[in-house]
């Protein structure tokens, strides 16, 4: 099964993680790093990137056939997504132990959610 590991980040991880000393933010990287390489092993892992700030995103609404973009940042979310690991593992209890591993779990930041195959309803 396919699950989806959403790092979010707000004002407060954000913060966090700018208060870090050099050492401590070093750490965070090395515990990525460690995870990637693991799933990378044990042939978990299908993709994880970091993604850019949300200052750099665009909004895209399509109306009446026409196409507006906004850009970033978009002051009214609280929370953005940071970046993701894309994994196949057994089953959720895996996940959920692959995901407790990433650094902004400890913010109560990470959310795992499994991924609806080809042609799913979602039902």
Request: net charge negative; proline share 3%; charged share 25%.
């Amino acid at each position: 099964m396919k699950y989806l590991l959403l790092i979010t980040h707000n004002q407060q991880t954000r913060n966090a993680w700018q208060n870090m000393s050099e050492a401590e933010r070093e750490l965070g990287l090395k515990a990525h790093a460690a995870l990637g390489d693991e799933l990378a092993e044990t042939g978990e892992l299908i993709v994880s990137e970091a993604l850019a700030d949300q200052s750099r995103g665009k909004r895209v609404l399509v109306k009446n056939g026409r196409v507006t973009t906004t850009d970033g940042p978009f002051p009214e979310v609280k929370e953005y997504l940071a970046g993701f690991y894309l994994i196949e593992c057994d089953g959720i209890d895996s996940a959920v132990a692959h995901a407790a591993r990433i650094p902004e779990a400890a913010f109560g930041q990470v959310e795992v959610r499994p991924v609806l195959g080809t042609g799913a309803t979602g039902r």
